[in-house]
């Protein structure tokens, strides 16, 4: 299980790089090789974000949905998946500004939008907010050093300014919890924003609750500039190479997926919300 061309860990025009493609094929062959999926299709489908990328429609979201009919073909190798998704012109990266919906702020957004369902925590029962990473392509240090500490805590301080804003305008709009969860939190200048008892929170997340479909796992194999972590994604073919469950196959990622949960109270003394209602 091995692909070596250099130039497909470069960046490109599109959103995303050939090797973050390859290694999500690799690791659904691995998936129907421990018959934890029965095809290859239904594993790229169910355990990697390939399907989210092409078609922009993410499967954990959506109940019943339809197949498209060239699905099975698009999973035939990389090169047909790579194909696929370059043919769409809408695929291409271009560098916009943050939406005005009030929620998205900087490197933060949060969930849910205005007119989308209110989201509940499956643990709580109560209504919540999901804080999200906005990432943007850079060509030096990640947005989320050390460095960029002030920025973050501005985006943070916006954000929750703007939450509480819309509950004041929005009488169903109630929530109580706020979770985050990916990857990402690892880092320490994240940490370093957050509110200390929300960062205590953190548990690392495996299936069930791990969602393959997005890139709070698989954005780890992603360098600022739009090309892939070669650091990360060699030891990870190796590790996948010798899994032989779902919990070997988790554990094969470089970076665990940490979910951090804690009531919104804490974040609006955090970040001094200003709240009249």
């Known amino acids: 299980m091995s692909l070596n061309n250099q130039n497909r860990f470069d960046p490109t025009p599109y959103e995303w790089p050939q090797a973050y493609f ?4 690799l690791f659904a062959k691995k998936i129907v090789e421990l018959n934890i999926a029965p ?14 990328r092409i078609y922009s429609i993410n499967p954990a979201k959506l109940n019943n949905i339809e197949i498209p009919d060239d699905w099975v073909d698009i999973c035939q190798t990389p090169d047909t998946i790579w194909s696929k998704y370059t043919n769409n012109p809408d695929h291409l ?14 490197s933060f957004i ?34 989320f050093s050390r460095s960029n500490m ?19 305008e929005d009488s169903l709009f109630r929530p109580k919890y706020v979770t985050l969860g990916s990857w990402m939190n690892v880092f320490p200048g994240i940490k370093a924003v957050l509110p200390k008892e929300f960062v205590s929170s953190s548990v690392i997340l495996n299936p069930p609750e791990l969602s393959f479909n997005g890139d709070s796992v698989w954005g780890q194999f992603l ?5 892939v972590n070669q650091e990360r994604y060699q030891p990870f073919i190796i590790n996948i190479n010798n899994a032989v469950d779902m919990d070997t196959l988790v554990k094969s990622f470089p970076i665990p997926v940490l979910l951090n949960r804690g009531l919104i109270d804490i974040f609006f003394k955090h970040y001094n919300t200003k709240i009249s209602w």
């Open 39 to 52: 095809d290859l299709p239904t594993a790229i489908f169910k355990y990697t974000t390939i399907f989210r």
């Open 223 to 227: 360098k600022n500039n739009g090309g």
């Open 150 to 168: 002030p920025v973050m805590f501005q985006n943070l301080v916006d954000l929750f300014q703007s939450v509480a804003n819309r509950m004041e």
């Open 110 to 143: 949060y969930k849910p939008y205005p007119g989308s369902p209110i989201i509940l925590d499956p643990i709580t029962g109560y209504q919540k907010i999901e804080l999200h990473f906005n990432n943007h392509r850079g060509g030096g240090k990640s947005e």
């Open 22 to 25: 390859d290694i999500q094929y």
């Open 93 to 106: 990266y271009i560098e916009r500004p943050d939406k005005s919906d009030g929620c998205h702020f900087g």
